[in-house]
């Protein structure tokens, strides 16, 4: 199979060996197809799990191991590719990055995958485990070893390996990423079902247990936002991107941008023609207030406005002011009441 002699030159480009012809012919290949493109991905976040690591792997079948890894990669839409290039491996011991040069190599990467995979971790079993977490009302900025930043909003939770040789995360609740450039290694974050994998970026995650959605807002750079059970079920983003994961049907899928994603951090809301029901959907989440519009008709009506640091009191004034909306609260309940025929 033609493909299958760059499983070789994935070896060679991960282990430094490749020269730039073969380097430009395997990206050119990685862009002819995005199960190539999955394929260079997998194998490159594999040689950062495993390439310093010393296992003593057990026997195992590598065409067995291959068929159950490729269900947590890609769905087995590679394994044909694989099986081809793979000889038989019995016991083998990482000892150096230099076996993914070979096929061989690729076989062992395979047992070695599982090995970890077995232990349901991104990192090492024995690894000591760091977690930080915030509490109702409390954000907190949490510098990563490699110098990555990450920014915790209410009620929060975050755990890592304390050596951080992986650069891997689990996410419960919210937080803003801004991730460090490490030579072309990848930073992987899981957060209620999803795998988010970044080489240098920023961008937003809400992942709340209660929540039906995880979101993620892309600030620069791209991500691959993936389930993490299909990781064949991906969308890529780029700055200015919004993707969601619907939990209810297990749909990873492309979503409106939303400018306030991560409001919560940067303490801006920013509105551009944005319809009320939107609006007011933002500032009950930013503010932790109930709202409710008496006139239906307000919610189609548009708002366009931009805050630093808001208060409550300057966002009524600017309703007031541009579209005649009065708001009065009794009980602890906001109501927005107006002419909708004084919006636009």
């Not at 390439?51 to 087995?76: H, M």
């Not at 007031?320 to 009065?326: H, L, R």
Request: charged share 25%; net charge negative.
């Amino acid at each position: 199979m033609e493909d299958a002699k760059y499983l070789d030159l994935i070896g060679r480009y991960l282990s430094g060996e490749a020269d730039e012809r073969e380097i430009q012919a395997l990206l050119s290949w990685a862009d002819e197809h995005q199960d190539h493109q999955l394929l260079l991905d997998d194998m490159t976040l594999l040689w950062q799990q495993t390439g310093d690591l010393k296992l003593d792997i057990p026997e195992v079948n590598p065409s067995k191991a291959w068929q159950n890894i490729t269900e947590k990669l890609s769905g087995g839409s590679h394994t044909a590719l694989v099986q081809e290039a793979i000889p038989e491996a019995k016991q083998v011991r990482l000892l150096s990055r230099r076996w993914l040069a070979y096929a061989a190599g690729i076989a062992v990467m395979i047992t070695a995958a599982w090995a970890l995979w077995s232990n349901a971790s991104f990192v090492h079993p024995t690894a000591k485990m760091v977690e930080v977490r915030t509490v109702e009302g409390e954000t907190k900025e949490v510098l990563l070893p490699d110098q990555s930043t990450v920014v915790l909003n209410e009620n929060s939770l975050i755990q890592y390996a304390e050596d951080f040789e992986v650069r891997h995360l689990s996410l419960s609740g919210e937080a803003y990423f801004e991730i460090a450039k490490m030579d072309g290694k990848t930073f992987t974050i899981q957060a209620a079902g999803t795998t988010t994998t970044v080489l240098g970026t920023a961008f937003n995650i809400r992942a709340y247990d209660g929540e039906q959605d995880v979101r993620i807002s892309v600030t620069h750079g791209e991500v691959a936002f993936q389930q993490e059970e299909k990781p064949t079920n991906e969308v890529r983003l780029k700055a200015g991107m919004a993707g969601a994961y619907k939990k209810v049907d297990e749909r990873i899928v492309l979503a409106e941008e939303d400018p306030n994603a991560a409001a919560w951090n940067n303490q801006k809301l920013i509105f551009e023609n944005t319809e009320m029901s939107k609006v007011i959907e933002t500032l009950e989440r930013y503010f932790k207030i109930n709202l409710v519009v008496e006139a239906e008709e307000l919610n189609y009506c548009h708002f366009s406005a931009k805050f630093e640091k808001p208060t409550l009191e300057k966002v009524f004034e600017a309703l007031s002011f541009t579209m005649e909306i009065n708001a009065r609260s009794s009980a602890g309940v906001y109501y927005l009441d107006g002419d909708p025929s004084k919006c636009e």
